[in-house]
């Protein structure tokens, strides 16, 4: 089945820093979402992405679709501490139907 | 606003007791689905409604059932809960269109799961 490879799994930063990850995969997808997991709740969808290349911000949050397809990353500037949680990659794609295929996650933690 | 509403936020059994968790939409979204996720790994789907069809994951075990009766309500029951299947259950939705934006799921709060 598809697989996709995020990276790092875990981060730990200054508040104020700026913060990269992405997510790899060996298939194509159509779309991708960068979805963020506080505590005891349940993914919020942060950035949808449509188009290879496309690159999308949402406030200090900045995600980018891949030209190939296979791969995107979510930037996040000027940390702050209310962005502590899990960020997840998921990608849909057009022999997955209606599922999503999500990345392991990466625990991003900001020290004030 | 339009949510996605799970009750119970935390629900305790025992071991071998079944259970049902309840999952309702305002989103009217064709599509809905039921995760489980345990400590921070990503959430695994266990099936999901396209409308009334029902579509089980080769690897989601007997033990889960699930029912839509109608557009807005979906609920996961567990048969006999083992120790393993404590966990974090999501529900979530999205429109099932056809159209990019058809791959956008909307979570749930969750419904935590102890078994005892």
């Known amino acids: 089945g598809q697989q996709l490879n995020q990276s790092p799994q875990s981060m730990f930063i200054q508040e104020g820093e700026d913060v990269s990850m992405n997510c790899t995969s060996s298939?194509?997808?159509?779309?991708w979402l960068w979805y963020k997991q506080d505590p005891g709740e349940g993914p919020v969808l942060l950035i949808a992405?449509?188009?290879?290349?496309e690159l999308t911000s949402n406030g200090r949050l900045t995600a980018q679709f891949g030209i190939t397809r296979k791969d995107s990353f979510l930037n996040i500037s000027a940390s702050i501490p209310s962005d502590v949680g899990i960020y997840f990659c998921?990608?849909?794609?057009?022999?997955?139907?209606?599922?999503?295929?999500f990345g392991e996650g990466t625990q991003l933690t900001v020290n004030p | 606003d339009a949510m996605v509403i799970q009750n119970p936020r935390y629900q305790v059994t025992q071991f071998g007791k079944p259970v049902t968790l309840s999952c309702s939409q305002t989103?009217?979204?064709?599509?809905m689905y039921w995760y489980q996720q345990k400590s921070s790994q990503a959430p695994k789907l266990l099936f999901h409604?396209?409308?009334?069809?029902?579509?089980n994951e080769a690897d989601t075990p007997d033990n889960f059932q699930s029912r839509r009766p109608n557009t807005s309500f979906c609920f996961l029951d567990i048969r006999s809960p083992g120790l393993g299947d404590a966990a974090m259950y999501l529900c979530?939705?999205?429109?099932?269109?056809?159209?990019?934006?058809?791959?956008?799921?909307?979570f749930g709060p969750g419904t935590r799961l102890t078994v005892t």
């Open positions: 989103l009217n979204h064709n599509v």
């Open positions: 298939s194509i997808f159509n779309t």
């Open positions: 998921a990608g849909g794609g057009e022999t997955s139907g209606s599922r999503l295929t």
């Open positions: 992405l449509y188009k290879a290349g």
């Open positions: 409604y396209y409308d009334k069809d029902f579509n």
């Open positions: 979530a939705t999205s429109r099932g269109s056809g159209s990019p934006s058809s791959y956008e799921q909307y």
